[in-house]
């Protein structure tokens, strides 16, 4: 029987590819996504439909409804910021950060873990071509690993906690390649923090853009749909 | 203006004790509850009482199923262990453990107090009188609190995350007695862990044996309304 494995599945891009490397690890994989209250319902679509894609044992979406706390763009209503130079990006925490998303996403696939028997928890970070959040960085992933060992009953029978981040050092472009390789059909994957209703990417936010440069730098059309004009010199 | 300050609070005599002591530190206090699937609903009836004889500036109850998961006697249709010996409680880890719930619980609060602008977090967990769960003891706690300041961009921004964790090192007979200090109405605390539907403690799981114990030991009688007869020395 293969490992087990709990995989944080959002539908989107580093995500899926994420999936796609665990599964050919050869772990068996357990998706959990959530509807904490985002503003592009789109993810959970996407995400049920990549969980399929990879073959998952289950998916669990659970509903957490960050927006009773709010402070990000990505739960209330508060403009999007768009068009920031690529260069730009990830310099500064911006508004789309939602406080301790990560943390709390972490600490329920450990207890999604503990509770199917295993300690194998992949996350799809990325501290390089990324919105500059606290909770994407190594030295997060390795404080919470540490924490998780000491808060589970696994991690005292000496069963280790073991939070997996295979893209956390690879450019966008790297990441697209990898996925690439494993046969991931990104036009089924949504990047973009501001979608339209029928779920059309809006090019301009920081998750499109860092995504656009990515497939540019690979030389390969994005087949996401996008509501905005190509990517341009202003923003590449 | 005084310090706001995020505090768990189920209802219980251990968080309704430390929301007593934080409020006399001069907080002000915004309170999170969890219905998290507990068998016992009559927790967050208690918790809401005890929010409004505390004073807080605002009561978030949160909706999470941990059933989702399962693996507890608390989430789930597993018996809740009884008239286990005072002495070998918190030997080795319950049933009633709910994988990562600490975890989780302190997550949100981490989130709660990141929105309103605070570092301050209190947390009723204690490593003496406890049930043995590993998320209640002090290296959880000081690995929480590392990792809290890494995850969000408070912590990066240099405004230090605390965990307040006044209880964890007191018996039950001192938390009974500094919360009595404070004008704590403890018969209106729920501990049980396996209480009737109209609210009754069943006087024999591990919470009401500690909690009977604390009691006891500080020659008071017990204001709770227990299904089961008196402490007895089996027990005690």
Not at 3 to 9: E, G, P, R
Not at 17 to 32: H, P, Q, V
Not at 194 to 215: H, M, N, T, V
Request: aromatic share 8%.
């Amino acid at each position: 029987m293969s490992k087990k494995a709990v995989i944080l599945l959002s539908g989107g891009l580093d995500s899926t590819t994420l999936g796609a490397l665990a599964k050919g690890e050869g772990y068996s994989l357990y998706a959990l996504s959530f509807a904490y209250g985002q503003r592009h319902g789109i993810e959970l679509a996407r995400a049920a439909e990549q969980a399929e894609w990879l073959g998952v044992e289950e998916h669990k979406i659970l509903d957490i409804d960050l927006r009773a706390f709010g402070g990000s763009a990505l739960t209330d209503d508060i403009e999007v910021p768009k068009n920031t130079h690529v260069k730009e990006i990830g310099k500064s925490i911006p508004i789309t950060y939602v406080p301790a998303r990560n943390t709390i996403f972490l600490s329920f696939a450990l207890g999604y873990a503990e509770s199917i028997g295993t300690g194998e928890i992949f996350i799809g970070v990325n501290a390089l071509d990324y919105s500059g959040y606290p909770d994407c960085r190594p030295e997060f992933i390795e404080s919470f690993e540490q924490t998780a060992n000491l808060a589970t009953a696994a991690g005292v029978e000496g069963k280790k906690i073991k939070i997996h981040t295979p893209l956390i050092n690879l450019s966008k472009a790297d990441i697209i390649r990898k996925g690439l390789a494993f046969g991931v059909d990104y036009s089924k994957t949504i990047s973009c923090y501001d979608p339209s209703q029928s779920g059309e990417a809006c090019g301009e936010c920081e998750a499109c853009i860092l995504r656009r440069a990515g497939f540019e730098r690979n030389r390969i059309t994005d087949p996401a749909i996008y509501a905005a004009a190509p990517l341009n010199k202003k923003t590449a």
